[in-house]
């Protein structure tokens, strides 16, 4: 699949032409639309899919509930405030370069941006863990603490766009959209780094998350401490989330959809689904990339909306098919 979402795009290069730009052998325009634009995006999708499904399959496991996704923490919420933040204060709105074009352009930074958008999701995920610590760490009082968080950055950033200008206030709505045309090597390279370490460790945990399952008067009497696990896997997944929103956007259901997908297919070993879940979820990304490049006419839609699109009937139909079996 990575390699048709390679050779797919608006440019409507043929697979010769591709396979010639991959030796650098093609024109100047089309090797750099592979080697610049589409090999990007493309190891973006590979790698921000396996993030955000393995998360969204920790965070099921953990809440021990199945609706459970990178975003219950409120972590995609808290990303949108910062990233709005940076643009519409400090690049294109209200506090010096006004409703013009060209100071927008010298003062946007994407890296300044995607910086604000992970600091706050990062201070959004300390907050609920820390406020849970406080009472009990049960799932259930993690799930509301995220729903209530989430809606407190959604309030702010409603603010902060009303007092928006119209230069800072499109290019905020503009980054809310889930794109991968907005990846480099370098933000690869980082999420790759975040991605890896968490796989690895919850491959690593993956005996203690299976003692999770059966309850965790089961996993404490086998020696799991329930208490330091929940929340380590929960700051992992929700770090590896904010890391992949902070630099792509907003990119919805690939959490909730690889890990059912997994789960019906293998089973509950965690050992397996985690590593199917990462393979699932690239996979859906990839999917999701080639559909929006070849449905945009002439340019990409958001990925995100790709995704929300194949998530929502598959979301309802997880709800639907649980009513039938009670």
Not at 57 to 79: C, D, E, F, Y
Not at 117 to 134: P, Q
Request: charged residues 10%.
């Amino acid at each position: 699949m990575a390699a048709v979402c390679l050779f797919v795009g608006s440019s409507h290069m043929s697979v010769s032409e591709c396979i010639r730009a991959l030796l650098n052998k093609s024109t100047a325009a089309n090797n750099r639309i592979i080697w610049k634009i589409r090999m990007p995006r493309v190891i973006a999708a590979i790698i921000a899919g396996a993030g955000l499904s393995v998360s969204g399959l920790i965070m099921q496991t953990n809440l021990n509930n199945s609706m459970a996704s990178p975003s219950t923490l409120g972590v995609s919420n808290a990303a949108v405030f910062g990233a709005n933040l940076s643009i519409i204060a400090f690049a294109g709105g209200f506090l010096d370069t006004g409703n013009h074009l060209a100071n927008f352009d010298v003062g946007a930074n994407p890296y300044s941006t995607s910086l604000m958008a992970f600091v706050f999701s990062v201070a959004s995920i300390l907050m609920i863990l820390g406020l849970c610590g406080t009472r009990s760490f049960s799932p259930n009082i993690v799930v509301l603490a995220g729903i209530a968080m989430g809606s407190v950055w959604t309030a702010a950033t409603t603010i902060l766009q009303f007092y928006a200008t119209d230069v800072g206030l499109s290019a905020a709505v503009v980054w809310n959209f889930g794109d991968l045309g907005r990846a480099t090597y370098r933000t690869d390279l980082i999420m790759l780094l975040a991605v890896g370490a968490g796989i690895v460790f919850f491959l690593f945990m993956s005996r203690r998350y299976d003692a999770l399952l059966s309850g965790d008067a089961v996993a404490i009497s086998v020696g799991v401490n329930v208490k330091a696990l929940r929340f380590v896997s929960m700051l992992l997944a929700s770090m590896i989330t904010a890391v992949c929103v902070s630099f792509l956007g907003i990119i919805g259901f690939v959490g909730i959809i690889c890990p059912h997908i997994v789960k019906k297919i293998f089973g509950q070993e965690h050992f397996w689904s985690i590593s199917a879940s990462a393979l699932c979820g690239s996979l859906l990304l990839l999917i999701a990339d080639t559909l929006s490049r070849s449905m945009g006419n002439g340019s990409a839609l958001p990925v995100g909306a790709i995704t929300s699109m194949l998530g929502a009937p598959f979301f309802i139909a997880i709800i639907f098919s649980k009513g039938r079996r009670r």
